[in-house]
């Protein structure tokens, strides 16, 4: 069948903005969905960035699909993929407008979602003095009393890591009581304390973090948390067509396993940013988008 476009891209956040860039300077016509959903659009500002650091996730955005607006192969469409199927030497795919569209490569780039705990109060300080990442979010509470919510080996990593943005740091297991004695030397070591306490709510004012409450009524001064949160797929499009996945790893649960020309396990099909890796950064996506939108275009020039 005759191909509508070169590329669709599935996701316009880091990634799939990237991506759009490098194949829109390409002259290849390219398709970009995005469904509006990137997970760090609740952040104060990206933290880290050249360029953007401490600007507002969605002023990056809009910056970038202002600049595809330079390249005519390339169009930007609000919504969401529904499904997509190999056909013909491409695939052929729905929109949940309804529209169906034929292309010869599609690029996953949809990033992924965050399953946060189930704490009263933690979901309206996601972005801001609750966070996932000390080298997104550190800078901002850095020499404050601090706490990391998680258990195991990732709660003494991240607890431990935390201690170079303040000298307080409380490790809150949750009621776990589940470390060992060669982690608790290791935190003591660190002078980071343990709560083994159910923690019940996340006190705030003004929109920042003031307290941990745990089940027994008491309160923890704090003003900021790290949660230990596990990625996972914000869509089935991608077990849909078939990629493999590679094994569960401490970050993300079920990341799509590329090679090292960001191709998956389905010819045709490629995949880049937070989706296929285990450290999910936005200087890490926009480098994944680009490198992925290259061999994209090996692909095709290979083919033709």
């Known amino acids: 069948m005759d191909m509508d476009w070169e590329c669709l891209i599935v996701g316009g956040?880091?990634?799939?903005?990237?991506?759009?860039?490098?194949?829109?300077?390409?002259?290849?016509?390219?398709l970009v969905v995005d469904a509006g959903r990137q997970s760090n659009r609740a952040a104060h500002g990206i933290g880290g960035l050249l360029g953007y650091d401490?600007?507002?996730?969605?002023?990056?955005?809009?910056a970038g699909r202002k600049e595809l607006e330079r390249y005519p192969t390339v169009e930007f469409r609000r919504g969401e993929v529904l499904a997509a199927e190999r056909r013909d030497g491409g695939f052929a795919v729905e929109l949940a407008n309804g529209s169906r569209e034929r292309v010869k490569r599609v690029l996953l780039a949809m990033g992924m979602d965050y399953r946060l705990p189930s704490v009263p109060g933690l979901a309206e300080l996601w972005g801001s003095s609750v966070f996932h990442c000390p080298f997104c979010h550190g800078w901002e509470v850095?020499?404050?009393?601090?706490?990391?919510?998680?258990d195991g080996d990732r709660g003494v990593h991240m607890a431990t890591l935390l201690r170079r943005w303040s000298d307080d740091v409380v490790l809150l297991t949750g009621g776990t009581g589940g470390l060992e004695a060669g982690q608790l030397a290791q935190l003591g070591a660190a002078n980071i304390s343990v709560d083994d306490r159910q923690v019940s709510e996340l006190s705030s004012a003004q929109g920042e973090l003031t307290a941990v409450v745990f089940a027994d009524g008491s309160r923890l001064p704090r003003r900021g948390l790290l949660v230990v949160s596990t990625l996972h797929q914000r869509c089935n499009l991608a077990a849909q067509l078939g990629v493999k996945f590679v094994a569960a790893g401490p970050v993300s649960a079920e990341a799509i396993e590329v090679d090292s020309r960001s191709r998956t396990s389905v010819a045709g099909v490629f995949a880049?940013?937070?989706?296929?890796?285990?450290?999910?950064?936005?200087?890490?996506?926009?480098?994944?988008?680009?490198a992925a939108a290259v061999s994209v275009v090996a692909s095709l020039m290979e083919e033709e």
């Open 13 to 30: 956040g880091a990634a799939g903005l990237s991506a759009a860039l490098v194949l829109g300077r390409a002259r290849r016509r390219t």
């Open 54 to 62: 401490g600007r507002p996730p969605a002023e990056f955005y809009a």
């Open 142 to 150: 850095r020499d404050q009393p601090l706490a990391v919510l998680a």
């Open 272 to 290: 880049a940013g937070d989706l296929c890796t285990q450290m999910p950064q936005i200087a890490a996506a926009i480098a994944a988008g680009s």
